[in-house]
C-alpha cells in the first residue's frame, strides 16, 4: 500500500528500538538461507525451511492483467453501500477446524471508479479518515488492490485445506471499498482468531523488501487494542518468520530497522480491531526487482504459503 491516504500516512520517524524478534531461533537458518538467495538472484529463491507447522501449497492460479487506478479521489461525501464479507465453502477436516481466519485484501479493484465515495471520512477511533484509497501500483500498471486479492485467494485455498473457517472482507464482489472501520468490524464480528491485511507499498525505487506492521497500544475514544498488543505482535513475528523462508525475500531496507516489523497506531484497519491482526506489505510495487517478484504468479504463490504458513503456526501456538 501507499502511505497515502486513510490508513496510509508516511510513518513518524523511528525511535531507536531494542532488538526485535523475527528472526526467531528456529528460523534463523532459513532466513540467513533466504536473504542469501535474495542477495545472489534478485529476491527469488525458494528456501522452504523449517517451522512449526506446514501449510500443502496449491497450483498458481494465472496472474491478473494489469490496469491503471491511480485518480485521485474527490471531496463530496456519499453514503458507502452494504455487503457482507465474503465467506468461505464448507471447513474441511483439519488442525484449524472451528478457527476462524479474516483475510483482508488491501483496497478494491474499483475504487478508483469511486473517488467521492473512498475520500469520505470515517471514525477510526482516535480520529477521522478518509474511507478508503486506490492504493498503489507498479510502473507498468499492476495494482496493488489486484495483487491482495489474487494472493487473498490463494491463502484461502491453503488455510481451508488446513480445515480454517476462511472470510474475505471483500472478494471483488462490491462496487468500492469497505471502509477501513468496516473492514475491522468484519473481523470483530467474525470473531477471528486471526486477520492479515494484504498490502504491497509505493515506496521509492531502490527500497525494497516486505515489513510486517504491528498495532500499537492505543486506548482513546472507540479504540482500545490493549488486549491484542501481545497475540498480534506473536501473529505478526510467525508470519514475518515464515514469509522469509518460504519467498526468500528480506526484510525491508528502508523501514523497520531491518528486523520486518513495524508497530504504529494511526491505522484504522489495527485501532478498531478487538481481534489479534497484522498488515503486510509484501514488497515495493515501485522499485523494478520487487515489482518482478510481485506481478508472478510463482512468486506470489510462495507469499500465500509463508502467511498462511504464519498463520497456522500462531492458531496452532
Avoid at 464482489?173 to 467474525?190: L, S, W
Avoid at 509484501?282 to 504459503?305: E, F
Wanted: hydrophobic share 35%.
Amino acid at each position: 500500500m501507499s502511505y497515502v491516504g486513510p490508513d496510509f500516512e508516511p510513518p513518524q520517524p523511528r525511535r531507536r528500538r531494542g532488538p526485535l524478534t523475527v528472526a526467531l531461533a528456529a528460523l534463523v537458518p532459513g532466513a540467513l538461507l533466504g536473504w542469501l538467495v535474495y542477495a545472489t538472484v534478485g529476491g527469488s529463491g525458494d528456501d522452504g525451511g523449517s517451522g512449526r507447522a506446514s501449510v500443502r501449497s496449491s497450483s498458481p492460479a494465472a496472474s491478473s492483467a494489469p490496469s491503471d487506478d491511480a485518480k485521485e479521489p474527490s471531496d463530496s461525501p456519499e453514503p458507502k453501500p452494504t455487503a457482507t464479507p465474503s465467506a468461505s465453502a464448507p471447513a474441511a477436516s483439519g488442525p484449524l477446524k472451528g478457527k476462524v481466519v479474516v483475510i483482508d485484501p488491501g483496497h478494491n479493484p474499483g475504487n478508483f471508479q469511486h473517488a467521492s465515495e473512498i475520500n469520505r471520512q470515517v471514525n477510526i477511533g482516535t480520529n477521522s479518515k478518509e474511507c478508503d484509497t486506490t492504493g498503489t501500483s507498479t510502473n507498468d500498471g499492476y495494482t496493488e488492490a489486484k495483487f491482495t486479492l489474487d494472493v487473498a485467494h490463494r491463502m484461502r485455498t491453503l488455510l481451508q485445506e488446513q480445515g480454517a473457517t476462511v472470510k474475505l472482507t471483500q472478494d471483488g464482489d462490491r462496487p468500492f471499498g469497505p471502509c477501513v472501520d468496516e473492514r475491522a468490524r468484519i473481523g470483530n464480528h467474525a470473531k477471528a482468531d486471526a486477520v492479515v491485511s494484504i498490502h504491497a507499498d509505493g515506496s521509492g525505487a531502490g527500497n525494497r523488501g516486505f515489513h510486517v506492521i504491528l498495532p500499537g497500544s492505543v486506548h482513546a475514544g472507540a479504540a482500545d487494542t490493549r488486549a491484542i498488543v501481545g497475540p498480534s505482535r506473536d501473529l505478526g513475528e510467525r508470519v514475518a518468520g515464515r514469509f522469509v523462508a518460504v519467498t526468500g525475500s528480506a526484510p525491508s531496507n528502508y523501514i523497520g530497522d531491518g528486523g520486518g516489523l513495524v508497530t504504529r497506531k494511526d491505522l484504522g484497519g489495527l485501532n478498531l480491531s478487538t481481534v489479534p491482526k497484522v498488515f503486510i506489505e509484501c514488497g515495493n510495487m515501485r522499485d523494478s526487482k520487487d515489482a518482478a517478484l510481485l506481478t508472478s504468479g510463482a512468486w506470489r504463490q510462495k507469499a500465500a504459503q509463508g502467511i498462511s504458513e504464519g498463520i497456522v503456526s500462531f492458531l496452532r501456538g
